[in-house]
T-cell receptor, first 115, second 108 residues
Framework: ETGVTQTPRHLVMGMTNKKSLKCEQHLGHNAMYWYKQSAKKPLELMFVYNFKEQTENNSVPSRFSPECPNSSHLFLHLHTLQPEDSALYLC??????????????FGPGTRLLVL | KNEVEQSPQNLTAQEGEFITINCSYSVGISALHWLQQHPGGGIVSLFMLSSGKKKHGRLIATINIQEKHSSLHITASHPRDSAVYICAVGRNTDKLIFGTGTRLQVFP
């Protein structure tokens, strides 16, 4: 397996469910990201992990809880979501250069529907 | 107003046509990225550039730092080029700022 993988690819959940999204990168990168993509809106950065440490929490509601156990794996734990949380959730990874320049490699995304 | 604006929002073309997608930004940047998103969601990075011009196959990206503007050109367009093209800017941090994307449809 190469690149960035995400599971599941599709998820339907009720507002009282608890589920987790998984992301794995096989590129040896040191940074991983969670994005939310809603219809007709720019990609929204949710969380950034550099060297397994969370460096960004972009005012994301606490019903989204990230976990980064190592530099290759990233999880997004979901609980008591709202219908407006339905979106495509994308994971990405990058190798940060000292200058900050980086190309992000994206996974295929998890399409989430909250009923 | 978004810090990164793209135009047009939607674009249709006949196969073979020359296509231009524009991106303007209002902040200082260290690099600009062009990304391609196919139906189904997967995003692929096409270019990262900080000056001048880059070419890859039928794709050409240019940037004018003084005017804070970039263009993505597709020559001899093909139906498989149909996708959403996203402009994003980097600012010497681990964060990118994204435009809303341009949806391109190329008809045979």
């Amino acid at each position: 397996e190469t690149g960035v993988t995400q599971t599941p690819r599709h998820l339907v959940m009720g507002m009282t469910n608890k589920k987790s999204l998984k992301c794995e990168q096989h590129l040896g990168h040191n940074a991983m990201y969670w994005y939310k993509q809603s219809a007709k809106k720019p990609l929204e950065l949710m969380f950034v992990y550099n060297f397994k440490e969370q460096t960004e929490n972009n005012s994301v509601p606490s019903r989204f809880s990230p976990e980064c156990p190592n530099s290759s794996h990233l999880f997004l734990h979901l609980h008591t979501l709202q219908p407006e949380d339905s979106a495509l959730y994308l994971c990405a990874s990058s190798q940060l250069a000292p200058s900050g320049e980086q190309t992000q490699y994206f996974g295929p995304g998890t399409r989430l529907l909250v009923l | 107003k978004n810090e990164v604006e793209q135009s047009p929002q939607n674009l249709t073309a006949q196969e073979g046509e020359f296509i231009t997608i524009n991106c303007s930004y209002s902040v200082g940047i260290s690099a600009l990225h062009w990304l391609q998103q196919h139906p189904g969601g997967g995003i692929v990075s096409l270019f990262m550039l900080s000056s001048g011009k880059k070419k890859h196959g039928r794709l050409i990206a240019t940037i004018n730092i003084q005017e804070k503007h970039s263009s993505l050109h597709i020559t001899a367009s093909h139906p498989r080029d149909s996708a959403v093209y996203i402009c994003a800017v980097g600012r010497n941090t681990d964060k990118l700022i994204f435009g809303t994307g341009t949806r391109l449809q190329v008809f045979p």
